[in-house]
């Protein structure tokens, strides 16, 4: 069974700080990971997605995640934050026989501090 | 031009009722999802539908029922609500079930309420 763990319910940071957000996942078959950002009473937005390739993998708003297999992680970095960043992000995976389903981690929320 | 929308945005209801939420995307994708989002944030898949055809169903109470009259809609049914039933359900779309590997278009949700 495939699941996610997001290791910080929240980080709160400075405006033009840089901000590392944890994901590991769990699966025993090849994975496929995403990062979804869900902004205040809005939907869910895609940041960015591993496939397969390249483990660094850049996404919009200058964000960037890195698929590491090894320590089955793949978390989310950007190194200057803006006010604007303030939202909720959640890595999900599909893995291998999931049926494409896509599986959430509980959601860190990113508050960027004036 | 919203690519996936819901109606309504925020439902009130008390509990025993039935009630339904409306989903609509006009990206000409196949497959729909239904999600949970509980009040702690937990995303959680209920249902998919690939042009029209049930392919996930997840441990969700009967009271619920998925219908998908084309694949460019697919409503939420909820019978007999209870308190639990409050969160806010969100829809989404991708293009086939293979493309939904590379994304899935999200609506901005339905905040129900069960008093």
């Known amino acids: 069974a495939q699941s996610v763990t997001q290791l910080d319910s929240q980080v709160p940071v400075f405006e033009e700080a840089p901000v590392e957000l944890r994901c590991n996942y769990s699966s025993s078959v090849s994975v496929y990971l995403f990062w979804y950002v869900q902004y205040p009473n809005q939907g869910l937005q895609l940041l960015l997605k591993y496939l397969s390739g390249s483990t660094l993998v850049k996404g919009i708003n200058g964000f960037e995640a890195e698929f590491n297999k090894s320590q089955t992680s793949f978390h989310l970095r950007k190194p200057s934050v803006h006010i604007s960043d303030t939202a909720e992000y959640f890595c999900?995976?599909?893995?291998?026989?999931?049926?494409?389903?896509?599986?959430f981690g509980k959601g860190t929320l990113l508050t960027v501090n004036p | 031009d919203t690519a996936v929308s819901q109606t309504p945005k925020y439902l009130v209801t008390q509990m025993g009722n039935d009630k339904s939420i409306k989903c609509e995307q006009n990206?000409?994708?196949?497959?729909m999802y239904w999600y949970k989002q509980d009040s702690k944030k937990f995303l959680k898949i209920m249902f998919s539908y690939n042009n029209k055809e049930l392919i996930i169903n997840e441990t969700v109470p009967n009271r619920f029922s998925p219908k998908s009259p084309d694949k460019a809609h697919l409503n939420l049914h909820i019978n007999s609500l209870e308190l639990g039933d409050s969160a806010v359900y969100f829809c989404?779309?991708?293009?086939?079930?293979?493309?939904?590997?590379?994304?899935?278009?999200f609506g901005p949700g339905t905040r129900l309420t069960v008093t």
């Open positions: 990206l000409g994708h196949d497959t």
């Open positions: 999900a995976v599909i893995s291998g026989g999931s049926n494409y389903k896509l599986t």
């Open positions: 989404a779309s991708s293009q086939d079930r293979v493309a939904g590997l590379r994304e899935q278009y």
